[in-house]
């Protein structure tokens, strides 16, 4: 699966998460939602810099270092400087989701959902080819 395609999975499952059910039994995820937002923004950015030609820059050259992204996606200019913001952003959040005491909450992770769509709308689109 291309990094296009895991972006738009990725912006599905965001969306899916911050869901209520239509019982009212199940409450949206805030945390796996703001997850999913940032890697489908990273894996759209992550796409772009492959068609560019930007080497993967982790130790064993197989993803793109994510605190670094942000910037090379910039210079480069895969993004632009409120992009960069914005993707340095939704790391931030992931981070609070994935490994904080605090927990993202609803309008967090809605916001989340918002920036990422924008972010893998412009850059592979919304919808597969």
Same mark, same amino acid.
């Given at each position: 699966m291309r990094f296009d395609e895991k972006a738009?999975?990725?912006m599905e %499952? %965001?969306?899916?998460? $911050?869901?209520r059910s239509e019982d009212g039994l199940?409450?949206?995820? =805030?945390n796996a939602s703001a997850s999913r937002a940032y890697y489908a923004a990273? /894996? =759209? !950015? =992550?796409?772009c810099a /492959?068609? *560019?030609g930007i080497e993967f820059d982790s130790r064993d050259a197989s993803y793109y270092v994510h605190d670094k992204l942000p910037a090379v996606a910039f210079h480069r200019r895969i993004i632009d400087?409120?992009?960069?913001?914005? $993707?340095?952003?939704?790391y931030?959040? +992931?981070v609070k989701a994935d490994y904080a005491d605090e927990h993202v909450d609803d309008d967090e992770a809605s916001e989340a =959902?918002? !920036? %990422?769509? +924008?972010? *893998?709308g412009r850059l592979v689109g919304l919808e597969g080819p």
């Open positions: 738009r999975e990725n %499952a %965001a969306e899916r998460l $911050l869901s199940s409450d949206p995820l =805030a990273y /894996q =759209a !950015v =992550a796409d /492959q068609h *560019v400087l409120d992009e960069r913001e914005d $993707l340095s952003w939704l931030g959040l +992931r =959902a918002d !920036v %990422a769509r +924008r972010l *893998v």
